[in-house]
């Protein structure tokens, strides 16, 4: 079955712009998270959506922000972008928390 | 924060098994262990978890004390493929701050041949 998809793979943006960020779960799958990874702070959660509820969200400013449609399907936006948003920002999903999550392969974010 | 504790490094010889240890000293009744791995510049890869049970799927075996303490997982044959950082994290299964994965620093196995 098809895994977690993140589009795009690789994004260049410049300070000040925004960005959103595309995650298709695996299907079936309702709970959709997002985590930031960094040399420096390693892995981040920013933030948990399950059916279209946003459940729990991690300790980023307010220019990070997420949303998740009916089929399950995320974007995360970040606006305002700042160098120190340059990372890897993964996406995960699952049937329920119960479960072990399946990580996307990633969006590596730069910002210049 | 992470409530776990785990060796920044280990290495272990292809074919060989790999043991690797996570304290969680802190964990209580609710909370199950579970482990990932990330292989670099991938996205982690969920490989087990359990409550108090000693568990095992087709990747590896989880051996948790009796005490739910600490834990170790065991990678029977090692291959240079599972060369990669391994997470153990501690979470409950239901509610609140239960939605999201802590990870710490892990531990940077090295499969040697």
């Not at chain 1, 970040?78 to 995960?92: K, M």
Request: hydrophobic share 30%; net charge positive.
């Amino acid at each position: 079955k098809a895994g977690v998809t993140q589009t795009p793979r690789y994004l260049i943006k410049t300070r000040g712009q925004q960005v959103t960020l595309s995650c298709s779960p695996i299907s079936g799958h309702r709970s959709v998270s997002w985590y930031q990874q960094t040399p420096g702070q390693g892995l981040q959660f920013l933030f948990e959506y399950f059916s279209e509820t946003q459940r729990n969200k991690g300790n980023f400013p307010g220019r990070f922000s997420g949303r998740q449609f009916s089929n399950s399907r995320s974007e995360m936006n970040v606006s305002t972008l700042e160098l120190g948003d340059s990372a890897l920002y993964l996406c995960a999903s699952s049937w329920t928390e119960n479960y072990g999550y399946t990580f996307g392969s990633g969006t590596r974010l730069t910002v210049v | 924060d992470a409530k776990t504790t785990q060796p920044p490094s280990m290495d272990c010889a292809e074919g060989r098994a790999a043991n690797l240890p996570c304290n969680h000293s802190t964990i209580s009744g609710n909370e199950y262990v579970y482990w990932y791995r990330q292989i670099h510049s991938q996205g982690p890869q969920y490989i087990i978890h359990g409550l108090k049970n000693n568990e095992t799927n087709e990747m590896a075996s989880l051996i948790i004390t009796e005490d739910r303490k600490s834990s170790t997982l065991i990678l029977p044959h090692a291959t240079l493929r599972d060369t990669a950082v391994y997470y153990c994290i501690v979470r409950g299964n239901s509610g609140g701050s239960n939605y999201k994965l802590t990870f710490g620093k892990g531990t940077l196995l090295t499969v040697n041949p």
